[in-house]
């Protein structure tokens, strides 16, 4: 690809299934099924698959893939313009949901196939997918399709449903990249004259003309379980699961479209309007790893077949591939209405972990690296002690300046590899039983660091007013004199002593 990228270009980017996998730019894929992918970051314009202008290649690519991959579903495609590379890289799991393409719809583009008919053999993967909107007939979930424009919703829809679209701004985001509407909305449907005010999410459908409606999900006061539901009476053991943890639990035979004709599916409860939502069975795949745990075929199997499964030793979601990742134990479960897995923990020791995550966290660090001076507080280290340093070793430093007043003083001295600096010790470190973390001198410094530059003193100080030197434990002489003559010049100041009248 010679031409420069065009920030509205949409590149290809792949990542490996399984929380805590980086994203990659497609570069293309070898004869033994190797794809060929790098960072994205270092990615060179001729390194990119370009979707929109270049469908030979990609249709090249997803068909040598397929030919290579039994079970692709552990790979994960994703469509991004260019100008939104550097974004995408800090994107949450939903939030990166948005983006993600199905290789298989896209080659049945490629051969005419409407972008607007939900496909049968679409594929979808609960640990990233969010379900998308029905249409009105079939509760049946989109797993493929083109970002809505909401400039192509007729005025007309949002007054029929009595809203404005500066209202509903961040919901209407969520459903251009065809999610139902996050929360519930207040509309006021206009229903043969007469105006029927209600909660429901809303979702978008493309018509014929280009155009987009609202499709409206309205909210029921408690889900009707006793009611036909795509064809079919819900078996009384379904209802049990469906009341208690708002999924099924198991396979359940409905005829959505063609009577006795059998879609196994599962079935939840969208825990926002009250409604029912079903998935076909067949549509649902179970990553191998699921935060950071690897699932046996026996519980991959039992995932796909809607029961609720323990998976143990998985890993929080913000501290999958940091240095001290947090372990949980949850039950685990299909949820059709969302897409997604549900996680509960009844009964189970939440605290299992907590010693290990706590072990983890006070884990010693790798000793950080100190850069040994040559010139230390004013003084040339020389050779010898320099070494002694570097070896971790005390060496004993004379003369340093930092006792406030310029006076030097005399300290032991040793790299604190834990805090990445020197320390400063009164007595030798590696022949004492206590260590000091604070700067101090030697011994014979001592009183002259405590009078210069902590302005205590005892009954030989109490009168100095001159900074002691080095080793000095009390005035000389001379010094005591003239404290004593600035002493006598200052001549006591008497009270009045006037009578009051």
Do not use: H
């Given at each position: 690809m010679d031409e420069?990228?065009?920030?509205?270009?949409?590149?290809?980017?792949?990542?490996?299934?399984?929380?805590?996998?980086?994203?990659?730019?497609?570069?293309?894929?070898?004869?033994?099924?190797?794809?060929?992918?790098?960072d994205p970051l270092k990615a060179k314009p001729n390194d990119f698959l370009i979707i929109d202008r270049h469908a030979d290649p990609i249709e090249n690519f997803f068909r040598n893939f397929f030919n290579q991959f039994k079970n692709p579903s552990h790979i994960g495609f994703y469509a991004v313009t260019v100008e939104m590379l550097d974004k995408v890289l800090t994107l949450t799991e939903k939030e990166l949901e948005k983006f993600r393409i199905n290789p298989k719809n896209f080659l049945n583009q490629t051969k005419g196939e409407s972008q607007s008919v939900p496909k049968q053999n679409e594929i979808i993967n609960p640990q990233t997918e969010e379900m998308k909107p029905h249409a009105p007939k079939t509760d049946e979930p989109k797993t493929d399709f083109r970002q809505f424009d909401t400039n192509r919703i007729p005025e007309s829809e949002y007054q029929k449903y009595g809203i404005k679209p500066e209202a509903i701004k961040d919901e209407l985001n969520a459903m251009s990249h065809g999610y139902k509407s996050p929360h519930l909305l207040d509309i006021t449907p206009n229903i043969d004259g007469v105006e029927c005010p209600m909660k429901a999410r809303l979702s978008l459908e493309e018509q014929p003309d280009g155009s987009l409606k609202f499709v409206p999900h309205p909210y029921q006061h408690q889900v009707d379980l006793d009611k036909p539901f795509q064809g079919i009476i819900i078996p009384d053991d379904?209802?049990?699961?469906?009341?208690?943890?708002?999924?099924?639990?198991?396979?359940?035979?409905?005829?959505?479209?063609?009577?006795?004709?059998?879609?196994?599916?599962?079935?939840?409860?969208?825990?926002?309007?009250?409604?029912?939502?079903?998935?076909?069975?067949?549509?649902?795949?179970?990553?191998?790893?699921?935060?950071?745990?690897?699932?046996?075929?026996?519980?991959?199997?039992?995932?796909?077949?809607?029961?609720?499964?323990?998976?143990?030793?998985m890993t929080s979601r913000n501290t999958i591939g940091t240095d001290h990742p947090k372990k949980f134990d949850a039950y685990v479960q299909f949820n059709a209405a969302k897409g997604?897995?549900?996680?509960?923990?009844?009964?189970?020791?939440?605290?299992?972990?907590?010693?290990?995550?706590?072990?983890?966290?006070?884990?010693?660090?790798?000793?950080?690296?100190?850069?040994?001076?040559?010139?230390?507080?004013?003084?040339?280290?020389?050779?010898?002690?320099?070494?002694?340093?570097?070896?971790?070793?005390?060496?004993y430093v004379q003369g340093m300046v930092k006792d406030g007043k310029g006076e030097p003083f005399n300290a032991y001295v040793k790299v604190n590899h834990e805090k990445g600096k020197l320390d400063f010790f009164k007595w030798d470190p590696d022949r004492a039983r206590k260590q000091s973390a604070h700067v101090k001198p030697a011994e014979e410094s001592k009183t002259q660091v405590a009078v210069n530059s902590h302005g205590k003193t005892n009954e030989a100080t109490k009168y100095a007013k001159e900074p002691l030197k080095q080793g000095q434990q009390r005035p000389t002489e001379a010094q005591d004199t003239r404290q004593k003559q600035q002493q006598g010049l200052k001549k006591p100041v008497r009270k009045s002593s006037g009578q009051r009248i």
């Open positions: 420069k990228l065009n920030p509205k270009d949409r590149v290809l980017l792949m990542r490996e299934e399984g929380e805590g996998n980086k994203l990659q730019v497609v570069k293309g894929i070898d004869k033994k099924g190797k794809i060929d992918a790098i379904v209802k049990e699961n469906l009341l208690a943890t708002g999924n099924g639990g198991r396979v359940v035979e409905l005829e959505p479209n063609i009577p006795g004709e059998k879609v196994p599916s599962l079935i939840s409860i969208d825990k926002l309007t009250n409604r029912l939502e079903a998935v076909p069975a067949d549509r649902l795949t179970v990553s191998q790893n699921l935060k950071g745990t690897e699932l046996t075929p026996e519980q991959q199997q039992a995932l796909k077949e809607g029961k609720k499964v323990l998976v143990e030793g997604g897995y549900d996680f509960t923990y009844d009964g189970l020791n939440r605290n299992r972990y907590q010693q290990s995550n706590k072990e983890k966290r006070l884990s010693p660090v790798e000793p950080t690296k100190v850069r040994i001076p040559q010139n230390l507080l004013g003084v040339n280290l020389n050779e010898k002690q320099q070494n002694a340093l570097r070896e971790g070793k005390t060496t």
